[in-house]
């Protein structure tokens, strides 16, 4: 009895691959998709697996890098508080009339009762 035919990538399934990995795609989904184990996978495409992440980020990186130079100005404050270390700081300040001290004021109001139901 044979067994299965050992597979043979294509290019056309390496970069399927190389861009699902890219995706954040399970790599168990990978082969289901493929429809080749798991070992046989790892085995067979590894550089695709280990480099599909880095270049998805490469190019999602050049895009928002592009929109930010051309001064698309969220992609501009994104860059700058992931890449620079810059940060938001807000500073809540409450006062009272003029700039007083705030005031509070309790009241208590009682209310009779209606003694119709008698």
Same mark, same amino acid.
């Given at each position: /009895? #044979?067994?299965?035919?050992?597979? *043979?990538?294509?290019? %056309?399934?390496?970069? %399927?691959?190389?861009? /699902? #990995? +890219?995706?954040? =795609?399970? !790599?168990?989904?990978?082969?289901?998709?493929?429809? =080749?184990?798991?070992?046989?996978?790892?085995?067979?495409?590894? $550089?695709?697996?280990?480099? +599909?992440?880095?270049?998805?980020?490469? *190019?999602?990186?050049?895009?928002?890098? &592009? @929109?930010?130079?051309?001064? @698309?100005?969220?992609? !501009?404050?994104?860059?700058?508080?992931? &890449?620079?270390?810059?940060?938001? *700081?807000?500073?809540?300040?409450?006062?009272?009339?003029?700039?007083?001290?705030?005031?509070?004021?309790?009241?208590?109001?009682?209310? #009779? +009762?209606?003694?119709?139901? $008698?």
């Amino acid at each position: /009895m #044979a067994g299965r035919p050992a597979h *043979k990538p294509t290019d %056309q399934q390496r970069k %399927q691959v190389e861009a /699902m #990995a +890219g995706y954040g =795609i399970p !790599q168990k989904a990978i082969a289901r998709v493929l429809g =080749i184990a798991d070992k046989t996978l790892s085995k067979h495409y590894t $550089d695709e697996l280990a480099n +599909g992440s880095t270049k998805a980020t490469s *190019k999602v990186a050049e895009s928002l890098y &592009r @929109n930010a130079v051309e001064g @698309n100005v969220s992609a !501009q404050i994104f860059w700058m508080k992931a &890449r620079a270390g810059w940060s938001e *700081k807000t500073q809540h300040e409450i006062t009272g009339k003029d700039g007083g001290p705030v005031e509070t004021v309790s009241r208590v109001e009682i209310v #009779a +009762g209606d003694d119709s139901s $008698d």
